[in-house]
């Protein structure tokens, strides 16, 4: 019998012990491109015969199992699905939205804080490794967002969940490897949307409240702190929530920093790449040790992995720890700089057209687009 299983549910099964077969569908350039760890490629055109080596295929990956097959989109792999039952195989499911809704399974993770009234929520994009946060106080039962992806329900779910009322939306930057949901999620609110003072040479189109370096937001008695720290691009601001944690955006992440050449291109790099060394060692690292470093993404690969923890996981770390244990972080300039600049991985797919949307110069076309924009891992990690 074939049967529909949701992305959650795969997410769920992956986390687990339960044993299974994971078929992939698609053609090989894009399993390549993007996968699933553990998927087997058995690409399958149902215009085309189902020929004898694709079940040799199966059979040699599975082991008396059941079988879960997605394709890109949930249009091959029902077909592929029927073929298999056909087949004599009894237990196939076929994951509903195929890739394109993998690409939007969501884990909200609390994360540690020291003062009782604070609440910080980590929301995983986990296909894509987007962090992003709800900010809030208890007690004034208010909150912030910062960071969303577009698919804002999850934000607003993750608030309301907590007992928090939204009252505005943040971004610490203009994004390049997602479109970003601050300016929708915002306007669905009706509550104001901020980007850092240096948004304006951007060119960013979309209504938004500046933010200066030092200048503060007051949620009851938690306090949020903007801080200036360009490089990754000129615009971006960290957040320092109430003293203790730190949103990095793509300033300093967990397992490296942010890459500079999107915005400054790869002849110029090299200064953003020395704006990037500044606004770690003079602003960044002269927080206590204490202070938690929340980025604002994790590196995932190829085969749809974490660099580093896990999905579920608060992919959080204390600034003490990352001072000297990233070796990124204990080069002097000259080697730093040198070292973003000639290592530069290969640039996220489709990153000008991103930028342009994130600005509001060029809106998508409609949420398909939108949608074939953003899939993939993101790469914004030097």
């Not at 390549?32 to 004898?52: C, K, L, Q, T, Y």
């Not at 930028?355 to 060029?362: P, Q, Y």
Request: glycine share 8%; charged share 30%; hydrophobic share 35%.
């Amino acid at each position: 019998m074939v049967t529909q299983l949701s992305p959650e549910r795969l997410a769920e099964l992956i986390d687990s012990d339960e044993s299974f077969t994971l078929v992939d569908t698609r053609p090989e350039d894009s399993y390549e491109g993007w996968r699933i760890h553990g998927a087997e490629n058995v690409p399958f055109d149902p215009s085309g015969e189902f020929e004898d080596g694709k079940i040799e295929r199966i059979e040699a990956a599975n082991n008396d199992d059941s079988i879960v097959v997605i394709c890109g989109k949930g249009l091959t792999s029902t077909p592929f699905g029927f073929e298999l039952e056909q087949r004599g195989y009894d237990d196939v499911a076929v994951v509903k939205g195929g890739m394109e809704d993998w690409s939007k399974v969501y884990e909200v993770v609390p994360v540690e804080t020291e003062n009782e009234d604070l609440v910080v929520l980590q929301l995983q994009r986990r296909a894509k490794g987007c962090l992003g946060y709800v900010v809030g106080s208890k007690a004034a039962e208010s909150a912030v967002v910062v960071d969303p992806t577009r698919q804002t329900d999850q934000f607003k779910i993750a608030a309301e969940e907590a007992g928090l009322a939204i009252e505005r939306v943040l971004d610490t930057h203009v994004h390049a490897d997602h479109i970003s949901g601050g300016p929708k999620l915002a306007a669905e609110l009706d509550v104001s949307y901020h980007l850092g003072e240096r948004a304006s040479e951007r060119g960013v189109e979309y209504d938004y409240e500046p933010l200066a370096d030092g200048e503060t937001i007051a949620l009851g008695d938690v306090e949020i702190e903007t801080l200036q720290t360009p490089g990754h691009t000129t615009e971006m601001v960290n957040y320092l929530v109430d003293g203790e944690a730190l949103l990095t955006g793509d300033t300093l992440f967990v397992e490296s920093v942010g890459r500079t050449e999107l915005q400054f291109g790869d002849e110029d790099a090299a200064n953003g790449a020395e704006l990037l060394y500044e606004s770690i060692h003079d602003t960044v690292l002269e927080l206590p040790d204490e202070t938690r470093v929340c980025p604002g993404h994790v590196s995932v690969t190829a085969d749809n992995r974490y660099e580093v923890g896990s999905p579920g996981e608060s992919i959080c770390a204390r600034l003490g720890d990352l001072r000297d244990d990233l070796e990124l972080l204990g080069l002097d300039e000259d080697e730093f700089v040198d070292r973003l600049v000639e290592n530069a991985p290969e640039k996220p797919p489709n990153y000008e057209r991103v930028i342009e949307i994130n600005t509001g110069t060029e809106p998508p076309e409609d949420e398909s687009e939108a949608t074939e924009l953003e899939l993939g891992p993101n790469n914004c990690a030097a």
